[in-house]
């Protein structure tokens, strides 16, 4: 199976399995650990594990459920507004803890209803924005098959989104999806506290 090779690791993230899986430790006893209630998807910063893991950790944490799920979708990329969107077409990821598979089925579904272009692993993007997370989603969905697309901040990625939401019902997937965003770059480790710190500073800065 073709598989899309880690980038990140060891610099973004832990290199290792027994690292990352530290770090996730770490990261869920933090602050009110995953988040209680019943979700299906999820928004998460990608600035690297030593600065936004705890946060997307806890939030993919929170989208675990009693039942089994089927695929998570993963949306992300850097892109602007006029960005063609793309997807993983077919293979799998690499991640620390083991590869996750592509489904294609999905994956096709999606492509047969809008126009999206598919890029196998060898020519898919190198993104921070994306592989960040693989590490989370094979911990916490360890059965779980994967669907990677860069879409672009315009009026299209809602219609991406709800296609995608469609044929996964039509498929009868049970599905968990993850948005990967900048957010905030506010505070002392990124060298930006215009604002000062407290309380308020990020919601003025």
């Given at each position: 199976m073709e598989t899309k090779k880690m980038t990140f690791s060891g610099t973004w993230y832990p290199a290792t399995a027994h690292e990352c899986e530290s770090s996730?430790?770490?990261?869920?006893?933090e602050k009110q650990g995953s988040l209680k209630g019943s979700f299906i998807g999820g928004?998460?910063?990608?600035?690297?594990?030593?600065?936004?893991?705890?946060?997307?950790c806890r939030v993919i944490?929170?989208?675990?459920?009693?039942?089994?799920?089927?695929?998570?979708?993963?949306?992300?990329?850097?892109?602007?507004?006029?960005?063609?969107?793309?997807?993983?077409?077919?293979g799998a990821v690499e991640t620390p803890f083991g590869e996750i598979e592509v489904d294609t089925q999905l994956v096709d579904g999606i492509c047969d209803s809008i126009s999206i272009r598919k890029r196998p692993p060898s020519r898919f993007p190198d993104e921070n924005t994306l592989e960040l997370q693989n590490p989370f989603i094979r911990y916490f969905f360890p059965e779980a098959k994967i669907v990677i697309m860069g879409v672009a901040p315009s009026f299209f990625a809602s219609v991406i989104g709800a296609m995608t939401v469609a044929e996964a019902h039509r498929l009868s997937r049970k599905i968990r999806i993850i948005g990967s965003t900048d957010m905030t770059h506010y505070g002392p480790d990124f060298g930006f506290t215009s604002q000062g710190s407290g309380e308020k500073a990020p919601l003025t800065g």
């Open positions: 996730i430790e770490k990261f869920l006893q928004i998460v910063p990608h600035a690297g594990w030593y600065y936004s893991g705890s946060i997307a944490a929170s989208l675990k459920s009693q039942e089994k799920i089927d695929t998570v979708v993963l949306f992300g990329a850097h892109m602007h507004r006029q960005s063609e969107p793309f997807i993983l077409g077919h």
